[in-house]
């Protein structure tokens, strides 16, 4: 991610990861040398990341009503976290409350699902097993899903209860909503942002210099806090 945003222009060494949850999106900067803060609305994710990466700042804060935390070199968020947004207007609070957080000619990163996303991982059901959990996932979009829809899954985890031995059972919904690439652009530049590059991310996690909705899992949006940049 950081040879990308040089690529695009990024100098300097102060990040803000928004919606950082555990951390491990920002450990890796943390160990370039970085100076990282991070934020996340869940405070049971921020004790974690505290205990990951006592180094990093870290405040509780919800990403729609971002409040001014530094002037940061480059912005960050991933791991689908922009699609928990359902309305236009709490993206475009988002964008904007990452512009505020920006320094002249600082980059935001950021990676949206795509189309191919919604109508394969968010259409299956799968379950895994992982250190003596069992994950089900049950998606509820279709194969159909058009762009600009909302979709949903949930997520039942069963546990091995420490007292009797049997599976104790645990369940959350997640409601994403797609966002179109003409919509993030224009919410960009409404937010004072200029659009300078959108790679597709190939199921390896590679990434290439074309974005293909219906190819790849997932967009990583670059975009520029100056007059003038280049466009997508």
Same mark, same amino acid.
């Given at each position: 991610?950081l040879?990308?945003?040089r690529?695009?222009?990024?100098v300097?060494?102060?990040?803000?990861d928004?919606?950082?949850g555990?951390?491990?999106?920002?450990l890796p900067l943390l160990?370039?040398?970085l100076?990282v803060?991070g934020c996340?609305a869940?405070?049971?994710?921020?004790?974690?990341?505290?205990a990951k990466?006592p180094?990093?700042?870290?405040h509780?804060?919800?990403?729609?009503a971002?409040?001014?935390?530094?002037?940061?070199d480059l912005?960050?968020?991933?791991?689908?976290?922009?699609?928990?947004?359902?309305? %236009?207007? @709490?993206l475009l609070?988002? #964008?904007e409350?990452v =512009?505020?957080?920006? *320094?002249?000619?600082?980059? $935001? &990163?950021f990676?949206?699902?795509?189309?191919?996303a919604?109508?394969t991982?968010?259409?299956?059901?799968s379950?895994?097993e992982?250190?003596?959990l069992?994950?089900?996932? %049950?998606? @509820?979009?279709g194969?159909? #899903?058009?762009?600009? =829809?909302?979709?949903? *899954?949930?997520?039942?985890? $069963? &546990?091995?209860?420490?007292?009797?031995?049997?599976?104790?059972?645990?369940?959350?919904?997640?409601?994403?909503?797609?966002?179109?690439a003409?919509?993030?652009?224009?919410?960009?530049? @409404?937010?004072g942002?200029?659009p300078a590059?959108?790679?597709?991310?190939?199921d390896?996690?590679?990434?290439?210099?074309?974005a293909?909705?219906?190819?790849q899992?997932?967009v990583?949006?670059?975009?520029?806090?100056?007059?003038?940049?280049?466009?997508?």
């Amino acid at each position: 991610m950081l040879r990308v945003a040089r690529k695009y222009g990024s100098v300097g060494d102060r990040v803000l990861d928004v919606a950082c949850g555990t951390g491990n999106s920002f450990l890796p900067l943390l160990r370039r040398g970085l100076e990282v803060t991070g934020c996340d609305a869940s405070p049971e994710m921020l004790a974690l990341a505290a205990a990951k990466a006592p180094e990093a700042e870290l405040h509780h804060c919800d990403m729609r009503a971002l409040p001014v935390l530094g002037t940061f070199d480059l912005v960050t968020c991933f791991d689908d976290s922009l699609n928990y947004l359902l309305e %236009r207007d @709490e993206l475009l609070s988002s #964008f904007e409350g990452v =512009a505020a957080n920006l *320094a002249p000619g600082g980059m $935001f &990163a950021f990676d949206l699902n795509t189309l191919r996303a919604y109508r394969t991982t968010f259409a299956c059901d799968s379950v895994t097993e992982r250190d003596g959990l069992v994950f089900a996932w %049950r998606g @509820e979009a279709g194969r159909d #899903f058009r762009a600009g =829809a909302v979709a949903a *899954a949930a997520i039942e985890i $069963f &546990a091995p209860s420490r007292d009797s031995g049997l599976y104790e059972r645990v369940v959350t919904r997640h409601e994403q909503r797609h966002h179109p690439a003409d919509e993030v652009t224009a919410l960009l530049r @409404e937010a004072g942002l200029e659009p300078a590059g959108a790679l597709g991310a190939l199921d390896d996690g590679r990434l290439v210099d074309e974005a293909d909705e219906t190819a790849q899992l997932k967009v990583l949006y670059i975009a520029r806090h100056e007059e003038g940049g280049g466009g997508l």
